[in-house]
């Protein structure tokens, strides 16, 4: 028996047929395509203050914009290496990265200005620097080149240093001691003025090279030695805050400048308000995390920073750093800091 052909779908049909559609299906459609599709590189791993908190003000860009502005977050090293990816916003291939001031500095110099040796004792100071003369004075040298920033300075948080051999408690610990730093010239010199045996390194080759004990240390705010596992290879942890880092949220300026003067106003002003809550993260966290790393392993050390201060200050540390800044960069520095060479 000869099937019959089934009729043609009418237009009416068509239409009925679409209104039946369950609304989850047509929602997860895409009403338009962003105008500007951006991507935003980090270094630290997804579970950091700096990813969460920044992941929420892309999401209010996006809502704000009206979906004309979408940036995706690419966190945890993903698109490169630290030192790959300051190339990558340079150049534009990615249009938004935020960086340690102490890795900035191997291309931006004055972005060290914020890490020199025990600057500060505690946040007020570090604020005070940062939202004043000081942070204006660092983000004016970023603007002279191919980057800009796009916020204020977001927290990295105090430096402390950490072994798995012997324990740092006086100066004199740092002798000949093997400690990784980041490709930063500041504090591979700040180690060196202290006779330490210290060595540049990116960040996403450390892990290993504690385990393998290429380096018998580290130095690094207590948030990424616990976010990133570093207590897995580590025994104790000497609280001397030898330096505070910040990050900077950069953009490529070719990038930036495409955006709408509306769009950038959105931009700046939504990572500024995650700047704000990450800060507060980052002191809540510290605090915290004495107790969590504590119970993974950890043993922590309390030093006296003035006798570190006081031994650096023996060296030509500060002096050689002021020559090479220049009185009216290291004239904004200590106008917080209180003389420091």
Not at 18 to 38: D, G, K, N, V
Request: charged share 25%; glycine share 6%.
């Amino acid at each position: 028996m000869r099937q019959s052909t089934p009729p043609r779908p009418t237009r009416r049909s068509l239409l009925a047929g679409a209104a039946a559609m369950p609304l989850c299906a047509i929602l997860s459609r895409p009403a338009f395509a962003a105008e500007f599709e951006y991507k935003l590189a980090t270094g630290q791993d997804p579970t950091h203050p700096v990813n969460t908190r920044a992941q929420e003000a892309l999401d209010r860009i996006r809502e704000a914009s009206g979906g004309r502005l979408d940036i995706k977050l690419f966190p945890a090293n993903q698109l490169g290496s630290d030192t790959d990816l300051l190339s990558q916003v340079r150049n534009g291939s990615v249009e938004f990265f935020n960086l340690s001031a102490s890795i900035l500095s191997t291309f931006v110099p004055a972005a060290s200005l914020a890490n020199t040796g025990f600057a500060f004792k505690e946040y007020d100071a570090v604020w005070k620097a940062m939202d004043g003369g000081l942070g204006t004075y660092i983000r004016e040298q970023i603007a002279k080149t191919p980057i800009l920033t796009v916020s204020k300075a977001w927290d990295n948080g105090f430096r402390h240093i950490t072994s798995s051999t012997r324990e740092i408690r006086t100066p004199e610990d740092l002798k000949g001691f093997k400690i990784r730093v980041p490709p930063s010239p500041m504090l591979t010199s700040l180690f060196k003025a202290l006779d330490a045996g210290a060595a540049p390194l990116n960040f996403n080759e450390l892990y290993s090279a504690l385990q393998t004990k290429i380096f018998e240390g580290q130095e690094n705010p207590l948030a990424i030695t616990a976010t990133t596992r570093l207590y897995e290879v580590q025994k104790t942890c000497s609280l001397t805050g030898h330096v505070w880092d910040g990050y900077w949220m950069l953009g490529n300026k070719r990038s930036w400048q495409r955006l709408p003067e509306d769009l950038r106003a959105i931009v700046t002003r939504e990572l500024d308000r995650s700047a704000d809550d990450q800060r507060a993260d980052i002191v809540r966290l510290s605090a915290s995390l004495r107790t969590d790393l504590t119970a993974k392993g950890i043993t922590f050390l309390e030093v006296d920073r003035a006798k570190f201060r006081d031994a650096l200050g023996r060296t030509t540390f500060y002096k050689d750093w002021k020559s090479k800044y220049g009185d009216a960069a290291w004239d904004h520095l200590e106008a917080v800091s209180g003389k420091l060479a």
